[in-house]
């Protein structure tokens, strides 16, 4: 029984390890899979931010902007 005992006990434990790390291998990624990233991040996100900004986007930006401006006039109004 103690030998069964051992052998949970040691897969137990393996499990709550987790996996070994494959050889070579630290959880890094070499330069030519970062280049690769970068260049289709970099495409991909080139697609998106010449996608026009919808209207009602524009209109909560440009609203927040004047509401900024209206603070600001007043917070200098308020400190003379």
Same mark, same amino acid.
């Given at each position: ?20 790390? @494959? ?6 990624? #070499?330069?030519? =899979?970062?280049? $690769?990233?970068? +260049? *289709?991040?970099? /495409? ?14 524009? @209109? ?6 004047? #509401?900024?401006? =209206?603070?600001? $006039?007043?917070? +200098? *109004?308020?400190? /003379?």
């Amino acid at each position: 029984m103690t030998e069964e005992h051992d052998i949970a006990a040691a897969a137990t434990a393996a499990i709550r390890a987790g996996p070994e790390p @494959a050889e070579g291998r630290r959880g890094s990624v #070499d330069a030519a =899979a970062r280049a $690769r990233i970068g +260049r *289709e991040l970099q /495409r991909h996100y080139a697609q998106v931010l010449a996608l026009p900004i919808p209207d009602h986007l524009r @209109a909560l930006v440009e609203g927040l902007a004047e #509401d900024g401006r =209206a603070t600001g $006039r007043a917070e +200098r *109004e308020t400190s /003379r």
